[in-house]
């Protein structure tokens, strides 16, 4: 390779904006030469600022990379084909995968649900909603999900909430749509014993659920399930909100900046909290429990770590349309 490449791929971590936005500009016209020079800094150790900018000259060339990315994950060097197996993801999700390594993902995706347990499931932040494990199939017919694929809860995790999770395309009448990714956890059984149903799955998907409004989605599964929640934690705007449906309606709600903030007769659970409340307690408690997380402990599940005594099956990965599989959405995930 010649000198100056591996020149341009040093600037890249120059502290200086403009030696380093020359170096990519460079390199990018120099075309699909840099790849291999490119390569090894995509990993997460090292240079941050070199990370970045070899993943932005990779992105830059898009397409113009795949046939030596491709070259490299069938013929070597062997050190560099992981990383071109990951950049071949970030810039055109799986579809731009070979089959060979598509079967070889999907294979990895089985051996590690064999032994995946504990899994963790966001609890500092986030959207997600609840409903009957026993109902999966009514759940999927109700959201109307499509491509259900069994995925790890740290694939499913990072797809719906940190990687690309909306796909915005043409349909057959070329009307621009959205489709949307989102992950379904595995079951998990409540603590509370005196619980009519003792089996929760969570459904994840920031975009899906902000978009398309949790709690309208939260009154369609419970048409199908007879019992849905939606939960949201948002520590950046200091806000929660916890809302549940059965039947198809609104029985018990509450959000930090609705007015009024609670809505719906107070369940159970939040009479006792009434009921047991100190002086210090006694406001914070008079309306209802303003607490997304203990709702959902007394109402189905709190997300975190869940123990393994009480997690049943494997999470499922999903999108929203027909015609959006899983490899249209752009992004390597952890598996």
Not at 27 to 54: F, I, N, T, Y
Not at 245 to 274: N, T
Not at 291 to 313: F, K
Request: charged share 30%; aromatic share 8%; with cysteine.
């Amino acid at each position: 390779m010649p000198d100056s490449i591996n020149d341009l791929v040093r600037d890249l971590s120059a502290d200086d904006r403009d030696v380093w936005e020359a170096a990519e500009d460079r390199l990018v016209a120099c075309g699909a030469q840099v790849v291999e020079s490119l390569l090894p800094h995509v990993e997460a150790d090292g240079s941050p600022r070199l990370k970045w900018g070899a993943e932005a000259v990779l992105q830059r060339l898009g397409e113009d990379a795949l046939p030596r990315l491709r070259e490299i994950r069938r013929q070597g060097p062997g050190h560099l084909r992981s990383n071109a197996l990951r950049v071949m993801i970030d810039l055109g999700g799986t579809a731009y995968l070979e089959e060979a390594d598509r079967r070889a993902v999907e294979r990895l995706v089985r051996i590690k649900l064999r032994d995946e347990l504990p899994v963790r499931v966001p609890s500092e932040a986030g959207r997600w909603l609840a409903f009957p494990a026993d109902r999966l199939e009514d759940a999927v017919a109700a959201l109307a999900l499509h491509d259900v694929r069994p995925a790890t809860t740290v694939m499913g995790v990072a797809a719906a909430t940190r990687s690309t999770d909306s796909v915005v395309f043409q349909d057959a009448q070329g009307k621009s749509r959205t489709a949307y990714r989102v992950f379904i956890t595995p079951a998990f059984e409540t603590w509370l014993s005196d619980l009519p149903i003792q089996n929760w799955r969570l459904l994840w998907g920031n975009s899906f659920i902000d978009e398309l409004d949790g709690f309208s989605l939260a009154d369609k599964l419970s048409e199908r399930c007879g019992e849905a929640h939606c939960y949201v934690l948002d520590p950046y705007h200091s806000a929660e909100n916890w809302y549940v449906a059965r039947e198809g309606l609104r029985v018990r709600s509450f959000g930090s900046y609705d007015h009024p903030r609670f809505r719906g007769e107070p369940l159970p659970f939040e009479v006792e909290y009434k009921e047991d409340a100190d002086e210090d307690e006694a406001e914070e408690y008079a309306e209802g429990v303003p607490y997304a997380l203990t709702a959902a402990d007394n109402l189905s599940v709190e997300p975190g770590r869940m123990p393994v005594s009480s997690t049943r099956g494997h999470g499922l990965l999903a999108t929203t349309h027909p015609d959006v599989s899983h490899s249209r959405f752009k992004g390597a995930l952890p598996i």
